[in-house]
């Protein structure tokens, strides 16, 4: 990536962390012009941040100095960007902040560009608006004066750009243009409202979901885009018209808010709905230790998902089915997921200071228990016939033993580092060993390489007080549960950092995810599904 596109990049990011701050039109800039305006219609992707509504100003400030009090993640976004303009002379603070002003909006958009033998281009559009045009100009000048852009002449316009970086701006009014091409610029500059995405039906259906009342919000149209959306899997994408996730600042941390919409007609020929596997609460938090959490995600009726989602007719399906085949010798459609139609996890942990994190797989297999079973026998068959192999390629270090887990019998496979001959290793791939066990227990399948399940008496999630402080900021969506601890991941990427320092590899000094994780505490999302329409409602908490 260009070093001016990463300054591009670092910008927007800067804006978003560190600034402070009904009708739509209200996100205009201070002389009325809507950023919207001058953006193509046939948009793949919008992204827009904006401190312009008055409310949400107020209340996206009161978090953002919160996180800056402390320390955290504007901060370190700050040093970031700080450290990207440090060699062209250019100060944010003195140069920059002044020209946008306390209150701005940024609005980025993506379309396909020009297909070639090499692929896809992607045509990208940014405007910005500006408090102070003139002090704009004066650091696009400076930039020009130290060699970084070059002043040339569009149309009868000025454009700062670097061909090399593909990085084309222009100041027009108060709004200041970014693209990736010459055209792409100029396309914007010279857009007739009429042509442009602020008279887009499929846009004005997407802001009646998005309101005034926010401050970040990005929206997918798949039609345009070419590939799946961000909230469903590809299979969807061919019938969806729109997808979305909305972030609106509240006291303690943001409201999120996520939907998907599919064009009902298309959806019926496809025969594909949103709502064709089975709906059900989360109900399996009650089973799952809490201790180090990082993740949680239960979802329900895989097998249901699978085959109305048309995934059971791939081609990577029939592969994987006939992989599985020559291991275990099971079935993957009949005998594997006909024990995977109710609720299921996927869950991550720390394993204390261990780098390998605790990962847990678990399904509800009370409708297919036989099969169920057969499944963990023919997976202890596999690991055991390793076993001869493990054992010669690491001696000592590697062996095979009975646990227990709620009460359960369950084989352990145990690789430990520590006793690997006397190769010096780094500590955080000697403090755990790694355990691999699996088993069932009360008609509950589960794979983990967690420790937390050996403790008899561990807390779980559904009795921990990041579900119990968390929960109540769900409303109405009740269909599965999403429960991401920011704290615990956080610390988890100060292991990776230990770990290559420790190896003798270079560190990022310029982005310290741990420091920048450190303002936020926890977040929590559940959804709602209808035949042609998704929600997801979820909360970021902000540490207190």
């Known amino acids: 990536m260009s070093k001016l596109n990463k300054l591009a990049i670092v910008l927007s990011l800067l804006l978003v962390s560190c600034s402070s701050g009904g009708n739509f039109k209200e ?4 002389s009325g012009l809507l950023p919207e305006s001058f953006l193509p219609a046939n948009a793949s992707m919008v992204l827009s941040y904006s401190l312009m509504d008055e409310e949400q100003n107020a209340a996206f400030l009161a978090l953002m100095t919160k996180v800056e009090d402390k320390n955290k993640a504007s901060k370190t976004v700050s040093e970031s960007f700080a450290g990207a303009l440090g060699q062209f002379n250019l100060d944010y603070d003195k140069d920059l902040a002044p ?11 993506t379309l396909p560009g020009t297909t070639t033998g090499s692929g896809s281009t992607v045509d990208a559009y940014t405007v910005i608006t500006l408090a102070d045009p003139v002090k704009m100009k004066n650091s696009m000048d400076f930039l020009v004066a130290s060699g970084s852009l070059q002043k040339k002449t569009f149309n009868d316009y000025d454009a700062y750009v670097n061909d090399v970086d593909q ?50 919000y990005v929206l997918l149209y798949p039609e345009n885009f070419g590939s799946g959306g961000a909230l469903l899997s590809s299979s969807m994408a061919a019938v969806l018209n729109e997808e979305g996730i909305i972030l609106r600042a509240e006291d303690g941390g ?26 059900e609460k989360a109900y399996l938090l009650s089973e799952v230790p809490s201790e180090n959490l990082m993740v949680y995600a239960e979802s329900y009726g895989l097998k249901q998902s699978l085959t109305s989602g048309k995934i059971t007719d791939s081609e990577g399906f029939k592969n994987s089915s006939r992989t599985i085949q020559n291991y275990l010798g099971m079935n993957l459609e009949s005998e594997i997921l006909s024990f995977m139609d109710k609720g299921f996890v996927i869950a991550a942990n720390k394993n204390g200071e261990a780098i390998m994190p605790g990962i847990s797989i678990l399904f509800d297999v009370s409708s297919d228990a036989e099969n169920a079973t057969k499944f963990i026998t023919k997976i202890d068959g596999q690991i055991s016939g390793f076993m001869t192999i493990l054992s010669a390629a690491l001696p000592g270090a590697v062996t095979k033993e009975k646990s227990e887990i709620n009460g359960a019998s369950f084989d352990t496979l145990t690789i430990d580092f520590s006793k690997i001959g006397q190769t010096s290793l780094p500590s955080v791939l000697t403090a755990n060993p790694i355990k691999l066990s699996y088993g069932i227990f009360d008609e509950k399948l589960l794979i983990t390489t967690s420790d937390s399940w050996m403790n008899k008496k561990f807390v779980s999630v559904q009795d921990s007080d990041l579900y119990n402080e968390l929960s109540p900021k769900l409303e109405k969506a009740e269909e599965g549960l999403v429960l991401v601890n920011l704290q615990e991941i956080g610390s988890f990427a100060g292991l990776l950092v230990s770990l290559r320092e420790q190896l003798g590899l270079p560190v990022d000094s310029e982005f310290d995810l741990e420091k920048a994780l450190d303002g936020f505490y926890a977040l929590i999302a559940s959804s709602e599904t209808k035949s042609y329409e998704a929600k997801i409602e979820g909360f970021l908490e902000l540490s207190k």
Do not use: C
């Not at 020209?99 to 958009?109: N, P, T």
């Not at 084309?168 to 243009?177: A, M, V």
């Open 27 to 30: 996100h205009s800039s201070a």
């Open 99 to 109: 020209a946008f002003g306390d209150k701005f909006r940024l609005v980025y958009e």
């Open 167 to 216: 990085f084309y701006s222009t100041i027009y009014q108060d709004l200041f243009f970014i693209a990736n091409s010459a055209d792409a610029l100029m396309k914007m500059r010279d857009m007739k409202e009429s042509d442009s995405l602020w008279n887009s039906d499929s846009y004005q259906a997407s802001l009646k979901k998005v309101g005034a009342n926010q401050v970040f």
């Open 254 to 279: 943001l409201k999120v808010e996520g939907f998907a919409g599919a064009d009902e007609e298309k959806a019926k020929t496809a025969e594909l709905k949103f709502d064709n596997a089975p709906k």
